[in-house]
């Protein structure tokens, strides 16, 4: 079946370093895929998306390349800010056009200290 | 334009007794799905309604049931409550089904199972 893994955390940065966060994925046609953000004590919110290979997701510094080669959607970012501390999910839709039911990783904690 | 809304915020229930978690979609959105996330995992797809109808559903039992109404809310219904119950229950509407659209998240119900 559709499954999402995801780099356990957490992941301690220091403000300004460089933030790869992998997520690597399963899935038997081609997918949709996302990157949430979920902040303390809040639900999920949409980070960033791509719907096909080699599309790049961007928002707010995050950036992700949709890899169909190496079924890869890694999360990158050039300087992390002590805001940025959040964890973060990396999700699939695969549903045969049926639904748009979300597949999810277990989350990376990001934590940055200033 | 209103976002996800979910009520409550938080309930504490016993064992074996029922639940009715409510959520008001976006505005526009016919389209609502419910999830799971158990402490320090990714949410897991419960089911989705679309235009009251259910139009997919995850691996839970039928103890698990829901409702869409005419205005697009839904209810989440939980009977005969289990302590692995305990779970952030989240809310996400679209504007549509199929793989792919952008999902809208509710701030979550924390049910706590006693």
């Known amino acids: 079946g559709n499954s999402v893994t995801q780099m356990e955390g957490p992941v301690t940065l220091s403000e300004e370093a460089f933030l790869t966060i992998n997520c690597t994925y399963t899935?038997?046609?081609?997918?949709?895929l996302f990157w949430y953000v979920q902040y303390p004590g809040e639900g999920l919110q949409l980070l960033l998306k791509?719907?096909?290979?080699?599309d790049k997701g961007s928002n707010k510094g995050f950036e992700a390349t949709y890899r169909k080669e190496t079924t890869s959607f890694h999360l990158e970012k050039g300087s992390v800010q002590v805001s940025d501390s959040a964890v973060y999910f990396c999700a699939l839709s695969d549903d045969g056009g049926a639904t748009n039911k979300l597949i999810f990783g277990t989350g990376t904690l990001l934590a940055v200290q200033p | 334009e209103t976002g996800v809304t979910q009520s409550p915020t938080h309930l504490i229930k016993t064992r074996g007794q029922q639940v009715t978690l409510r959520c008001s979609s976006q505005?526009?959105?016919?389209?609502v799905s419910w999830y799971q996330q158990a402490l320090g995992q990714g949410p897991q797809f419960i089911f989705q309604?679309?235009?009251?109808?259910?139009?997919g559903r995850g691996n839970f039992p039928p103890r698990f049931s829901g409702l869409q109404f005419p205005n697009y809310s839904s209810e989440l219904n939980v009977n005969a409550l289990e302590l692995d119950d305990s779970a952030l229950y989240l809310c996400?509407?679209?504007?549509?089904?199929?793989?792919?659209?952008?999902?809208?998240f509710g701030q979550g119900t924390r049910l706590t199972v006693v």
């Open positions: 505005s526009g959105h016919n389209t």
């Open positions: 309604y679309y235009r009251e109808e259910e139009n």
């Open positions: 899935a038997t046609g081609y997918p949709s």
């Open positions: 791509a719907t096909k290979a080699d």
């Open positions: 996400a509407s679209s504007f549509q089904t199929g793989q792919g659209t952008e999902a809208f």
